[in-house]
């Protein structure tokens, strides 16, 4: 046999687990972590504005859309977040809008942590209980 796979090596994946009063504040807090584990927040300058609008079939997939547009960012327009003005429902339509403040990637003057290079669906949840609302996403890194 020439060649085998194994799993058994790596290490490849963070798990990330937000919760809000609202979806709004879970959505926010997420996009808030997630920065967190790719560079050091209080590097970030907030002098670049990305308009956003986000909309899912459910909230499971609103989040999943939301850290995946902040990581496509991240790449294709070397935007990284420093905070975020949204706005978003508790209810349907699952939307979330807004305004994403940020800095241009800059390692000169940046702590550059993690590159997380996915949202996948393993363990991908979301869940209201009472007034909290908590999502929990595997990242790929």
Known sequence: MP????DSHTSADIGLV???SSLKEMLTDAALGL???MVEPKDLRDDRIVDIEIVGDDPESLFYRWLS???FL???EKFLLKKCVVKSDDC???KISGKLFGDAIDPSRQRLKIDIKAVT????????NENVWRGEAVLDL
């Open 18 to 20: 937000s919760c809000g």
């Open 3 to 6: 060649y085998q796979y194994s």
């Open 74 to 76: 991240k790449d294709a």
């Open 69 to 71: 547009e902040i990581i």
């Open 121 to 128: 669906l393993y363990k991908l949840g979301v869940t209201r």
């Open 92 to 94: 349907p339509p699952w």
């Open 35 to 37: 920065t967190a584990l």
